[in-house]
C-alpha cells in the first residue's frame, strides 16, 4: 500500500498557506441515516513513532460489537451514546511527528435500557476516500483530518478539525460530508465551538496564519443559522485553539508562539516559542458588536484547553489548563520535568485590564471537563486526566493518565478516581440525570484502555462518591487508543 508522506511540518505550513489563500453535557439528536457500507480495514503495520506505540497505536479495522458484557449496573435512565474522536492513520505515514496528523476515528458505545454496543468509523474525508483509492492527492495542500473532536448541535453531529470545515456524521457514524452552515462559513471552523446553555446558540471562530483578518468570530443560532461574523484586529497572527464564554464575552489567549514563515519556507518547524513577547488576552463583547475588543498583557504561557469561565463581581474568572511553555520538538516527552502543565485559575478585571494567576493544583493535567450546562456560568466541579510523568518518562511515550481528578472549586479540595495497575483512563465527560440540576447528580464516562489485556472500556462513575467504585464497567473486546475529544448524546436510537 502506498504511504502518506503528509508530515506534521507540512501540516502546520499548510495550515499557514491555505489562510493566506482563502483568506456539550446532555444533547438531544435524532438518529440520523446515511447508506450503509461495507466495513473498512487496513493492513497492520508497526511504527517505531512515539505517537504510534503502545497505547496511541491505531487499530486498523472497523468492527460492530453487541450484547457487550457488563460489570455492575447501567443505570435505567442512562441511553444514548458516548462518542470520542482521535486520531487513527489509515496508511503508515513516511514521516509522522504528531497525531494531529492521523485521519479521524470516531468510538461510540450506545447504551438502551441497560444494554450496551460498541462500534467505530473512520470519518471518510476526502483525503481518506483518496488513500483507500490509492490515488495520489490532487489540489489538496490543505488536509482536513476531521480527527479533534465531535459535537452535537441542533440535528447535526459535526467531527471537526481546525483548519478545515466540520464534517457531518450520523448516529451511525457514516460520514454524511462536509457541512459549511448552508455556504455562511469559509474554509475552517475551531474544533472547540462553545454553546450557550441559555441562549442555544453556538459560539465559534477561525484564525489565519498569514493574511488578516487573523480571526473571526461566528455566532450561530440553534436552527444553524450564522447571525454574527465578527473579523477580530490583532497585531500578529496566533495558534488558538480553544475559547471561552462568559455572560457577555468571549475569551481568547493570544499565546507567544510565534510563526515563522521563513522556517517554514525552509522546511523548518514553523512555529517558535517566544516568551518575551507575553501572552495577550482578548475579551471580545458578544452583545455589544461596536464595542472593542479588550486585551490585557499578562506573563508568557501556553493553553491548549479551557474548562470554563464566568462573571463575577465585576470580574471575569477563567479556569484553564496551564503550560509554563511550549516545545513542538517530537523528541521532547517530558511532561512534568521543563514543561508544567496544571489547572489555573485567572482573574481579569476588564476596567483596569488586569489578570491576577492563581494556581488551583500542582499536579500535571489537561483536557479538563464540567457540567456543560454551567458553560459561561458559576460552576462548582470540574474533571481532568492526571498525567502519569514517571510512567511517561520510563516509557518515553506520551497519554498515560492513571486516574481521573474531580475539583470541587466551591470546596477547594478534589477527589481522585485512581485506575488499577496497567489501565489508563482519557478524557471525561459528566452526563445528568435527567431531571435534575445538581452538578454531583449524573454520572461521569470515560474510555479505559487495559495495557494488560489490550482491551479498552467504558467506565461508568458516580460523582458524589467519586473515589468509589464504577457504577458499571461496559467492557470492550477490542482496544480504543489514546485520542481527544468526545460528547455524550442523549438520543433516539
Same mark, same amino acid.
Not at 465578527?230 to 475559547?243: C, F, G, K, V
Not at 482573574?347 to 458553560?375: C, M
Given at each position: 500500500m502506498k504511504r502518506s508522506n503528509f508530515s506534521r511540518r507540512d501540516f502546520l505550513k499548510a495550515a499557514a498557506f491555505a489562510s493566506f489563500l482563502s483568506t456539550v453535557g446532555g444533547h438531544s439528536l435524532l438518529a440520523l441515516s446515511a447508506?450503509?457500507?461495507?466495513?473498512?480495514?487496513?493492513?497492520?503495520?508497526?511504527?517505531?513513532?512515539?505517537?504510534?506505540?503502545?497505547?496511541?497505536?491505531?487499530v486498523f479495522q472497523e468492527v460492530d460489537v453487541d450484547h457487550l458484557k457488563i460489570t455492575g449496573e447501567i443505570?435505567?435512565?442512562?441511553?444514548?451514546?458516548?462518542?470520542?474522536?482521535g486520531p487513527n492513520p489509515y496508511l503508515k505515514p513516511a514521516n509522522y511527528q504528531y497525531p494531529l496528523e492521523g485521519d479521524g476515528m470516531i468510538h461510540a458505545?450506545?447504551?438502551?435500557?441497560?444494554?450496551?454496543?460498541?462500534?467505530?468509523?473512520?470519518?471518510?474525508?476526502?483525503?481518506?476516500?483518496?488513500?483507500?483509492e490509492g490515488k495520489e492527492r490532487q489540489n489538496m495542500p490543505l488536509v482536513n483530518y476531521a480527527n479533534t473532536n465531535i459535537v452535537p448541535y441542533g440535528d447535526h453531529l459535526l467531527a471537526l478539525y481546525e483548519v478545515g470545515l466540520p464534517y457531518q456524521i450520523s448516529s451511525e457514524l457514516e460520514t454524511l460530508g462536509e457541512w459549511d452552515f448552508d455556504g455562511e462559513l469559509e474554509e475552517a471552523m475551531t474544533a472547540h465551538p462553545k454553546v450557550d446553555p441559555i441562549t442555544g =446558540?453556538?459560539?465559534?471562530?477561525?484564525?489565519?496564519?498569514?493574511?488578516?483578518?487573523?480571526?473571526?468570530?461566528?455566532?450561530?443560532?440553534?436552527?444553524?443559522?450564522?447571525?454574527?461574523?465578527?473579523?477580530?484586529?490583532?497585531?500578529?497572527?496566533?495558534?488558538?485553539?480553544?475559547?471561552?464564554?462568559?455572560?457577555?464575552? /468571549?475569551?481568547?489567549?493570544?499565546?507567544?508562539?510565534?510563526?515563522?514563515?521563513?522556517?517554514?519556507?525552509?522546511?523548518?518547524?514553523?512555529?517558535?516559542?517566544?516568551?518575551?513577547?507575553?501572552?495577550?488576552?482578548?475579551?471580545?463583547?458578544?452583545?455589544?458588536?461596536?464595542?472593542?475588543?479588550?486585551?490585557? =498583557?499578562?506573563?508568557?504561557?501556553?493553553?491548549?484547553?479551557?474548562?470554563?469561565?464566568?462573571?463575577?463581581?465585576?470580574?471575569?474568572?477563567?479556569?484553564?489548563?496551564?503550560?509554563?511553555?511550549?516545545?513542538?520538538?517530537?523528541?521532547?516527552?517530558?511532561y512534568g520535568q521543563e514543561i508544567k502543565s496544571h489547572l489555573q485559575r485567572?482573574?481579569?478585571?476588564? =476596567?483596569?485590564?488586569?489578570?491576577?494567576?492563581?494556581?488551583?493544583?500542582?499536579?500535571?493535567?489537561?483536557?479538563?471537563?464540567?457540567?456543560?450546562?454551567?458553560?459561561?456560568?458559576?460552576y462548582r466541579f470540574g474533571y481532568t486526566p492526571h498525567i502519569d510523568v514517571e510512567l511517561i518518562a520510563k516509557n518515553k511515550i506520551p497519554n498515560y493518565f492513571s486516574e481521573l481528578i474531580q475539583y470541587d472549586l466551591e470546596r477547594k479540595v478534589s477527589h481522585v478516581h485512581r485506575f488499577k495497575p496497567g489501565r489508563y483512563c482519557g478524557e471525561a465527560s459528566f /452526563?445528568?440525570?435527567?431531571?435534575?440540576?445538581?452538578?454531583?447528580?449524573?454520572?461521569?464516562?470515560?474510555?479505559?484502555?487495559?495495557?494488560?489485556?489490550?482491551?479498552?472500556?467504558?467506565?461508568?462513575?458516580?460523582?458524589?462518591?467519586?473515589?468509589?467504585?464504577?457504577?458499571?464497567?461496559?467492557?470492550?473486546p477490542v482496544r480504543v487508543p489514546s485520542g481527544f475529544h468526545g460528547n455524550w448524546i442523549s438520543s433516539v436510537i
Open positions: 447508506p450503509s457500507r461495507k466495513l473498512i480495514s487496513t493492513q497492520e503495520w508497526l511504527s517505531d513513532n512515539i505517537f504510534l506505540q503502545g497505547i496511541n497505536a491505531p443505570p435505567a435512565d442512562l441511553n444514548g451514546m458516548y462518542m470520542r474522536n458505545v450506545y447504551l438502551k435500557e441497560g444494554k450496551a454496543s460498541y462500534r467505530n468509523r473512520w470519518i471518510l474525508t476526502k483525503s481518506l476516500q483518496q488513500d483507500m =446558540e453556538l459560539h465559534f471562530y477561525r484564525y489565519s496564519l498569514l493574511a488578516a483578518p487573523y480571526l473571526v468570530y461566528y455566532v450561530a443560532d440553534k436552527q444553524g443559522k450564522i447571525i454574527r461574523k465578527t473579523p477580530i484586529e490583532m497585531e500578529s497572527p496566533a495558534l488558538i485553539h480553544d475559547t471561552a464564554i462568559t455572560e457577555n464575552y /468571549i475569551i481568547f489567549f493570544h499565546c507567544p508562539l510565534v510563526f515563522n514563515v521563513f522556517q517554514a519556507l525552509g522546511g523548518g518547524l514553523p512555529f517558535e516559542w517566544k516568551p518575551e513577547y507575553g501572552t495577550k488576552i482578548g475579551l471580545i463583547h458578544r452583545k455589544n458588536i461596536d464595542q472593542k475588543p479588550i486585551w490585557i =498583557e499578562t506573563e508568557p504561557l501556553w493553553m491548549w484547553h479551557f474548562m470554563n469561565a464566568y462573571e463575577q463581581e465585576g470580574e471575569v474568572v477563567v479556569d484553564f489548563a496551564y503550560h509554563n511553555q511550549l516545545k513542538l520538538d517530537p523528541a521532547t516527552v517530558n485567572l482573574i481579569i478585571n476588564p =476596567e483596569q485590564k488586569t489578570a491576577k494567576h492563581e494556581p488551583l493544583d500542582d499536579r500535571v493535567v489537561d483536557f479538563p471537563t464540567f457540567d456543560s450546562r454551567k458553560t459561561g456560568q458559576p /452526563i445528568p440525570k435527567q431531571g435534575q440540576e445538581g452538578e454531583d447528580q449524573g454520572y461521569v464516562v470515560t474510555f479505559v484502555f487495559d495495557e494488560n489485556t489490550a482491551t479498552s472500556s467504558l467506565v461508568i462513575l458516580d460523582p458524589a462518591n467519586f473515589a468509589s467504585e464504577p457504577v458499571a464497567e461496559i467492557h470492550l
